[in-house]
Every structure is written in C-alpha cells, then in structure tokens.
C-alpha cells in the first residue's frame, strides 16, 4: 500500500476517532473548539471539526492537531475518573457550557492501560501511521453492513417477527428526528439496510436503544461493545444459514410447506 493509500485510511480512521470521541461523551460540536480558545490550548474552528467527523479535511494545518492533542492530554490529566480537578474548574468557571458539558463527561482518547495520545500521536492517525485505541476505531466495511443490519433487527427483537416488537423498540429508540425513526424502522422490518456510514453514525443511539430495552443490566454499553455485539450475532446467523439463499431454495421450501400443508388437510369431498 502507497503512502496515499495510507494517507486516506488515516483520514477515516480519524474521522472515526473525533466521532466516537464526541459519541461517548455527548458533547456538542462546539465543546472542542471552546476549549481550545477557552484554554489557550490552540486553534481549531467548527467547521474544521466537521470536516474532519466527515474524512473531507485533507490537510489540517498543525494547530488543529496541537490543540486537538492538549485537550486530549488535559482530560487525561485533569479529569481523572470523571472527576474535574480544582484547577480545570477555575479555569472554566467563566464558560459553564464547557463546564457542564466535562462534568457530565469527559474521557479522553486513549486506550486502558496505555499512554495518552497527544498532538503528534493524534497527527500520527491522521497520516496512517498510528492505530487508533481499538475503543474508537468502529470502521465498518461496506461489506458487512447488510449483515450487521440483519443481526441489529435478530437482536433488538430477540429473533421474533418485527410485528410483535415493534412498538416496545421504537419506543426505546430516542431518536426524536422522524427519517430516522422511519429509517430504523425499515432497518428493523427488513426493507432496507443501513449503509456503513448509517450504521456507524447510529451506533450512540442504538447503544442507548439496547439499554431503554433492559438488554444492557445494570447499565449502557459503549459503542464498541455493540458493534462487537452485532459482529457475533451477524457471524451466528449466517452459521445458520440466513443469508445468500438461492431463490430457488425459498421457492422449493414454499412448495414443501404447501405439500405438507394439502396433507395435514386433504381435499374435501366433492
């Protein structure tokens, strides 16, 4: 693979970083940016951030990383166990959206048990040198979106038909937005599949959805947990055979229904 290649698959893996990071702690687009112009931390605009959630950013310039790294480092340092420190409340305590937004969480990227990344590990990513923590990397192939849909709708139904379900599971869907409520409920009726990028952008909510449903115990399970979650249930349904039947299977399964069916009934007297 040429430095291209590796350049473009570090610009995904980035932009699935900054999403999961946003994610898993519910912040607002403008969380970031704040503090980095709150915190003197370095400079990165809104609309740069969005580029980069989307992979369309190509060439960030090294304040974008510097202040996106000394964030990273300042939560790791000073929001230990989701706890703010006495110094990092001073400093905010003229911004108390940014304050609210780290008191209700404020992990930063970095895998358990390993150093925290900074604004070279983080620029590391972008370029394709660097794995993200596994935590934050939930790419997901093109390929097995239809197969990850399919187990999405075995799992969220406990493998019934939609029909009998449907009304517990929309409600536990928080999803207020009405394409995307009708859009899960395709997903979940079998009449459409989520695309990748549909997929990977659902995930927060799907694992909130598990959660409402009482599928999670004693609490929510990170995104990663549900996309390993779904991986299994897609490998087991194909162990049992539920994709890539031929047409001809299903009609010759119909035709052994109908034959049992003129058996258990026989025809009546004419």
Not at 82 to 105: C, D, F, I, W
Request: hydrophobic share 45%.
């Amino acid at each position: 693979m040429g430095y291209r290649d590796d350049l473009t698959a570090g610009r995904v893996a980035f932009a699935h970083l900054i999403r999961v990071w946003h994610g898993r702690n519910g912040w607002s687009h403008r969380v970031l940016p704040g503090l980095a112009e709150a915190l003197d931390l370095g400079r990165v605009h809104n609309s740069q951030l969005s580029m980069l959630r989307n992979g369309k950013l190509a060439s960030p310039g090294p304040e974008v990383f510097l202040a996106l790294g000394r964030i990273n480092c300042l939560l790791a340092e000073q929001a230990i166990g989701g706890t703010l420190s006495p110094e990092l409340r001073q400093l905010l305590v003229a911004h108390p959206e940014l304050l609210a937004a780290l008191e209700a969480s404020a992990l930063p990227v970095q895998a358990p048990g390993e150093p925290v990344l900074g604004p070279g590990e983080l620029l590391e990513v972008f370029v394709g040198l660097r794995q993200p923590p596994a935590a934050f990397d939930l790419r997901i192939a093109d390929a097995e979106a239809a197969a990850l849909s399919a187990a999405l709708a075995d799992l969220f139904c406990a493998g019934r038909p939609w029909r009998l379900c449907r009304e517990p599971v929309l409600a536990a869907y928080p999803v207020t937005k009405r394409q995307r409520r009708d859009r899960f409920g395709e997903v979940m009726a079998g009449q459409r599949d989520y695309s990748a990028a549909e997929l990977d952008a659902e995930l927060p909510d799907l694992s909130l959805t598990l959660a409402a449903l009482g599928g999670a115990g004693e609490g929510e399970l990170e995104t990663d947990q549900v996309l390993e979650l779904l991986r299994q249930r897609a490998r087991e349904l194909q162990e049992r055979g539920w994709a890539a039947a031929p047409q001809s299977d299903l009609g010759a399964a119909i035709r052994a229904q109908l034959a049992g069916a003129a058996v258990a009934c026989p025809p009546r007297d004419a």
